[in-house]
């Protein structure tokens, strides 16, 4: 199993190198336009971790091309795998809510559509074909090597996008009853051994400055409306040897990479325990 993290807010040399130095598979941002709380944009925040990485990936978590003009999208994409050194993973999803899609000046209700499009039309954009979008022709270069392409949330549409367009399935805070149940799911839309990630969040170590089980339970209710009772059974948190086994559960049920949010503060202490639970879960 692979284990990665999303960055934190501050300086992504310094933690981007941190998480390459704790034996971390991969290094996320998310991809928000705002969110009430401070971020940064997804690309350029990548390019810097690209930048001062040699061999972790670096990854979308996830990018929302609806938002964006297609060929512009693309453009970034393709930079991002370019700079890298071919060590993108492009998470894609539709989300983002109806204010971040009013900013951007785009329509909320078409974002499934749009999301369709760029599911289509990004593998050809990226390898430098031409490419037909509206009344345009769009030849981009330099042509890239297309990254493996997780497609992120839940639900059938979502399941027969990866059956339509992606190498993985990337959700987030699901127990690993329901990722077992996707990756059947997968199976019978005729998907042969997808990769599944799964977002999870955890706090890992101890001390009272950390926030416990119950209360990042508490913020998964509070944000995404989840029953209190089930997001009781999602956080990581204790020792490096208590979340390995929890995750090999996952592994079991057919999770193939976790990309961990760390919650609280002493991020550099946390990420360095998250390599220590790699180690554990062996290649």
């Known amino acids: ?41 997804s690309t350029v925040g990548l390019g810097v971790a690209a930048a001062v990485t040699t061999g972790i990936r670096i990854g979308l978590s996830v990018f929302v091309p609806a938002m964006r003009p297609l060929a512009w999208a693309a453009k970034q994409i393709a930079t991002l795998q370019e700079v890298s050194g071919e060590r993108l993973i492009l998470g894609i999803g539709s989300g983002g809510g109806e204010a971040q899609f009013a900013a951007a000046g785009v329509p909320y209700g078409e974002r499934g559509p749009r999301t369709d499009q760029a599911l289509r039309l990004l593998p050809e954009l990226l390898a ?37 367009h992606g190498t993985g399935w990337f959700p987030s805070l699901l127990p690993p009853d329901a990722v077992a149940d996707g990756r059947r799911r997968l199976t019978d839309l005729g998907v042969a051994n997808p990769v599944t990630a799964v977002g999870a969040t955890g706090a890992l170590g101890g001390g009272a400055d950390l926030p416990t089980a119950a209360d990042l339970a508490t913020g998964i209710n509070e944000v995404y409306g989840m029953p ?53 879960l062996g290649p």
């Open 1 to 41: 199993m692979k284990l990665g993290v999303i960055l934190p807010a501050g300086d992504l040399r310094v933690s981007a190198r941190q998480a390459e130095d704790a034996g971390l598979d991969s290094v996320f941002l998310g991809d928000h336009l705002m969110t009430g709380r401070p971020s940064l944009d």
């Open 128 to 164: 430098g074909n031409e490419v037909r979008i509206g009344d345009a022709v769009v030849e981009l270069a330099p042509a890239v090597a297309v990254p493996p392409i997780w497609v992120g949330n839940r639900g059938r549409r979502v399941l027969e996008r990866v059956a339509e």
């Open 228 to 280: 209190l009772d089930q997001a009781l059974s999602l956080p990581l948190t204790g020792s490096a040897e208590a979340v390995a086994e929890r995750l090999a559960t996952y592994r079991e049920a057919g999770a193939a990479h976790i990309v961990v949010g760390l919650a609280g503060p002493r991020w550099a202490e946390q990420v360095r325990a998250l390599g220590r639970v790699r180690a554990l």
